[in-house]
Nanobody, 122 residues
Framework: QGQLKESGGGLVQPGGSLRLSCSAS????????FAWFRQAPGKEREFVAA???????RHAESVKGRFTISRDVANGAIYLQMNSLNPEDTAVYYC????????????????WGQGTQVTVSP
């Protein structure tokens, strides 16, 4: 069903911004819900944001007002714009597809990227 590949992670200072990208096939966009999850050391993978086939979105309470998920079908990309980052946002961020928009849990998603590290530190 195609590969998901994340990019855009890195080291940023508190209060800074990053934009993560996830590449996917055009066919995948028409078939799947896409989402971003993150996993910090010693913690479970947690939902960050999802975008449905009709471009409706949902975001976790912890990132509302700071993170925004979007998609660009023409360029085959899903984005996660992250603003006002703080050290608690430090984690490996994963792009996922094939899940249930109404069930923002990792087990509902079938396809995963390899992850990209985001570190927020002075």
């Amino acid at each position: 069903q195609g590969q998901l590949k994340e990019s855009g992670g890195g080291l940023v200072q508190p209060g800074g911004s990053l934009r993560l990208s996830c590449s996917a096939s055009e066919r995948a966009f028409s078939r799947y819900v896409f989402a971003w999850f993150r996993q910090a050391p010693g913690k479970e993978r947690e939902f960050v944001a999802a975008i449905n086939r009709d471009s409706t979105t949902r975001h976790a309470e912890s990132v509302k007002g700071r993170f925004t998920i979007s998609r660009d079908v023409a360029n085959g990309a899903i984005y996660l714009q992250m603003n006002s980052l703080n050290p608690e946002d430090t984690a490996v961020y994963y792009c996922a597809a094939g899940g249930n928009f109404a069930a923002p849990v990792a087990r509902s998603y079938n396809f995963w990227g390899q992850g990209t590290q985001v570190t927020v530190s002075p």
